[in-house]
């Protein structure tokens, strides 16, 4: 029979009592547990700094003057932007006061589906205060 009942009571038990052991190796445990050092992984990253943060946008408070080149550039007052630097600028200026007028001079050759994308740009915006400017040059054309 393999339990620890003994045929009588005055015969010793054989059976090791294991309850020490169980109590040290768990002390073992914890302590080793304890004494492991923390691992850290850290991956040591030289992000670049933006200067652009300290200098404010080439924004102008009576008017602003949007090229867009036939190269299919946009310019802000004669600064290349993206179309989404360009949204950030027309969302400041229609939080200004007075609003700005906003000054859009497309070149004769420059594509239409970027003239479209700025239009959708400004519309999004809800830009005010907005007119074309050059469009003389096209008067004699048709």
Known sequence: MAGAVSASETEPMMDINTTPLIDVMLVLLIMFIITIPIQTHA?????????????PPPIDPVKNKIVITPAGQV?????TVDLVR?????????????????????DQNARYELVDEVLAVTKRAAV????FVGNEAYMNAF
């Open 43 to 55: 991956v040591k990253l030289d992000l670049p700094v933006n200067s652009d943060q300290n200098t």
């Open 75 to 79: 310019l802000w007052n004669a600064e």
């Open 86 to 106: 360009l949204r950030q600028y027309l969302d400041i200026t229609q939080t200004m006061n007075p609003i700005p007028e906003l000054h859009l001079q497309p």
């Open 128 to 131: 005010e205060k907005m007119g």
